[in-house]
């Protein structure tokens, strides 16, 4: 009998390759093929006021009520005039343990109480720049009245600008567009860590489905204007009262952003859902603290139904192939009682034949 097996088909997304803050990389030699591949090439234009002008991102001091402008160079090395989007966006944590510069919607925390993105703001949206010339995009900084504990942290991002009307007319749905993010920290004590490890929260517990996977979403908050760095994560689900692991997450070299939320998801994987009561149980461990949790959560009947039909990921088993399995089951004890029953009369008849 033929077994039915499932195909599944994945896509991957080419991501924007970015310059993290916390990173200080070392000049490359000649061009690099994402360089090619964008067609341009951004560095930072680095301030007097820059604290440590060994890396190549912003890091910033500055005063209340500074105003200041700075420059991001944007080098074409295309064949053509092109025009690139300038941005500045705040920094979030991802699933993946990763300070991103991209989430631009994304909700703030409600620890966050002063954004980048209303201290510094591009002086205009949109650069073009010359065939094989060099153009700049600036960026103005207006720091509030009150001063601020802490660091401030975002991205300055700059992105090739795609002709969205082409796009629509051959009716693409999925652009891949090309750009860097350069850090941005603003701090008002030069002597303020851009890295602590003062304090994590777990504010809430979310069973749904993320891109067609059944996942628990722990919402790790850090309330505090400091980015973390070097964390281990590791979480568990178990039956509430129980301790063997349902599904189970460790993530390495974990980055969160500072008054962010770092939502550390746990996927169910292949299994069926069912309702009940369960527990989280997890860890994120620094290189000088370690914070644990663990809280209980309820999965209905209508959230267990709901998450196991939409996952994109089923096994689906047709009714012929149950029945089957069941006629054979029937088949294979008629056929093993008859050979017990064969056996034994057999064994009869050959006691039979040696007493006579």
Request: net charge positive; aromatic share 8%.
């Amino acid at each position: 009998m033929k077994r039915l097996l499932p195909i599944f088909s994945l896509v991957a997304l080419i991501l924007f390759p970015i310059t993290s803050f916390a990173e200080d990389t070392k000049e490359s030699k000649g061009i690099t093929e994402n360089e090619k591949r964008a067609g341009f090439t951004v560095q930072a234009v680095l301030p007097e006021n820059q604290i440590n002008d060994r890396i190549s991102f912003y890091h910033l001091l500055v005063s209340p009520e500074q105003q200041q402008t700075i420059e991001v160079k944007i080098m074409n090395n295309s064949e053509k005039k092109q025009t690139y989007k300038v941005e500045v966006i705040n920094a979030a944590t991802n699933r993946n343990g990763l300070i991103t510069y991209d989430e631009r919607d994304k909700k703030l925390d409600e620890s966050m109480k002063l954004p980048i993105t209303e201290v510094a703001k591009p002086k205009n949206k949109e650069v073009t720049v010359d065939a094989f010339s060099e153009g700049k995009a600036e960026i103005d900084i207006q720091t509030p009245t009150e001063s601020f504990q802490g660091i401030l942290l975002g991205g300055v991002r700059i992105s090739l600008k795609s002709d969205d009307k082409e796009d629509d007319s051959k009716g693409m749905s999925v652009k891949n567009t090309y750009g860097y993010a350069i850090g941005l920290v603003l701090t008002e004590q030069e002597s303020a860590p851009v890295y602590g490890e003062t304090e994590l929260k777990l504010k809430k517990l979310q069973p749904e489905l993320d891109y067609g996977s059944k996942v628990l979403e722990a919402s790790i908050q850090n309330p505090h204007p400091e980015a973390m760095q070097k964390l281990q994560a590791e979480g568990k689900i178990v039956r509430k009262g129980q301790t063997k692991a349902l599904a189970k997450n460790n993530l390495k070299n974990v980055k969160i952003a500072p008054n962010s939320i770092f939502p550390f998801q746990i996927d169910w994987g292949m299994q069926e859902i069912a309702a009940g009561d369960y527990t989280f149980i997890g860890k994120i461990k620094g290189e000088t603290k370690t914070w644990d949790f663990k809280e209980d959560f309820t999965i209905t009947r209508e959230l267990a139904k709901k998450m196991n039909k939409q996952t994109a990921f089923r096994i689906f088993i047709p009714s012929w192939w149950t029945i089957s399995f069941y006629v054979l089951g029937i088949l294979t004890a008629v056929v093993i009682a008859w050979l017990v029953i064969r056996f034994v009369k057999r064994k009869k008849g050959r006691e039979m034949h040696e007493k006579e």
